[in-house]
């Protein structure tokens, strides 16, 4: 008895492990999915950044994973959508650095500064291409509005720091909107110009970068 | 006989006026050249802004001008040429800035002052798009290589500018390469956001931008 309790307790246990190792559990199906949905995401923004978004196709993209295509389109619904998700990924980042800082009680300066870190390292992620090039690659309309709509998110959140901080007195008074797109047009740029083998880290670039714009070039 | 001299030399006149008319002088001819020139870059840069570098063609160019597709191969010998002629059309504006500050004996940072009004200038100017966004458009290995040595020229002098201000005192100690790059960062952006019929003139926004990078934005 007590050996076949033990078998049926084996049985019962093999079975959940086969059981767990074809059907994960929910929670893990979840993080699963997730996990795999980025890498996908992750390899389509590498592609992108190296060939061109109109020289990569999702075969190739596929085929970096060694994948099938139909595989690729169980994530993104088309190629643009792939793009978008990329565009997404780099924002997301920015994104949150807004969320996090609407709780600080930290001067707007300070709190811009924050913003500004995160904004620089998405810029120098593997993202950072599609997050400049994606407005560049002949969206469809409805694409079109969908990332400017993020972009012009991200632009008032910095003009909005920008305001508050003339309004606590941590910014010098100056024209939001021209400030807000200069921050801006120089964090984008990073994408250009970064390389993951440079020799300074994202934080370090993101530290030039909020040290010239808060202090200036005119010794103090 | 007055009266035939009247005669000869009102038909001189007559031949000088038509063959002006039909045979400038060489003067007037390398002047015309040149402005037909500039008219088919001007138009060409205007097209390739407003409908992107792939969905122009030289008959596009052609029919704005109402002249034939042979007329414009007479000043360029391909779209790419016609491209390149748009990117360096804009790059002259900086070009010159940088020559122009050579003989001043103004400090490194009015001298980067002057240097950064013209380039914003050149921003805002119909061959912003060109400048910004010929490195994006698949071009061949040569003229890609032409590109991009002249946009180092532009990096290094603003460098230059920089690390002199940091020895004549003019200028705050800075990382020079990465400073030139948030400066050129912010500046190329221009041509993403500016229209020309934004309230602000290209030197009001220049003067701003110049503003911010100069002074900070922390209060002094």
């Known amino acids: ?31 699963d ?15 992108f950044r190296e060939r061109g978004y109109h020289n990569t196709s999702i075969d190739d993209v596929a085929r970096a994973l060694n994948v099938t295509k139909p595989t690729i389109y169980h994530y993104v619904s088309n190629k643009e959508q792939l793009l978008f998700e990329c565009f997404r990924a780099g924002l997301k980042e920015i994104m949150e650095a807004f969320d996090e800082v609407k709780a600080s009680d930290a001067t707007a300066r300070q709190r811009l500064a924050t913003v500004m870190c995160r904004y620089a390292e998405a810029m120098t992620s593997e993202f950072g291409w599609c997050m400049v090039q994606a407005e560049n690659q002949d969206l469809s309309t409805g694409m079109s509005k969908k990332v400017r709509a993020l972009k012009s998110e991200i632009d008032h959140g910095i003009r909005q720091l920008i305001k508050e901080g003339t309004l606590d007195g941590s910014i010098r008074k100056c024209d939001a909107k021209i400030t807000a797109f200069a921050v801006a047009g120089a964090m984008n740029w990073i994408a250009y110009w970064y390389r993951s083998s440079d020799s300074l880290t994202a934080t370090e670039v993101a530290n030039r970068f909020i040290e010239l714009f808060l202090l200036g070039l005119q010794p103090r």
């Open 1 to 31: 008895m007590p050996k076949r309790t033990h078998i049926a307790k084996s049985n019962k246990d093999s079975a959940i492990e086969i059981g767990a190792a074809l059907w994960a559990s929910p929670d893990t199906r979840t993080r």
């Open 33 to 47: 999915r997730e996990r795999k949905r980025y890498a996908v995401i992750l390899t389509a923004a590498r592609a």
